[in-house]
Nanobody, 121 residues
Framework: QVQLVESGGGLVQAGGSLRLSCAAS????????MGWYRQAPGEQRELVAV???????NYADSVKGRFTISMDNVKKTVYLQMSSLKPEDTAVYYC???????????????WGQGTQVTVSS
């Protein structure tokens, strides 16, 4: 019903920048929030940043001051601008959205397929 398609991952040297995008499509009545999580090999998936539909944004301490999340409510797209990248930022980055599919329906979580970000030292 709802699809999230990510783009923008890749290989970058330490200190470099990347911009991730995630577009939501399908049966969407409303989006409560969109965000990014990441999972490194052997690690648990962790929150990177979340945008509460422009009302507020939250960041993991490890990325504050380096990453910026933004959301285009019309395009139903969330962006993650990543700067001053470090090797420890290497992970698969997953887009997440809290979506209602019709008026009065409960909020449901949807996930993208993930995009690899690799930062070389």
């Amino acid at each position: 019903q709802v699809q999230l398609v990510e783009s923008g991952g890749g290989l970058v040297q330490a200190g470099g920048s990347l911009r991730l995008s995630c577009a939501a499509s399908g049966r969407i009545f409303g989006i409560n929030a969109m965000g990014w999580y990441r999972q490194a090999p052997g690690e648990q998936r962790e929150l990177v940043a979340v945008d509460n539909s422009g009302r507020s944004a939250n960041y993991a301490d490890s990325v504050k001051g380096r990453f910026t999340i933004s959301m285009d409510n019309v395009k139903k797209t969330v962006y993650l601008q990543m700067s001053s990248l470090k090797p420890e930022d290497t992970a698969v980055y997953y887009c997440n959205a809290g979506v209602t599919t019709e008026r009065g329906s409960r909020l449901s979580d949807y996930w993208g397929q993930g995009t690899q970000v690799t930062v070389s030292s």
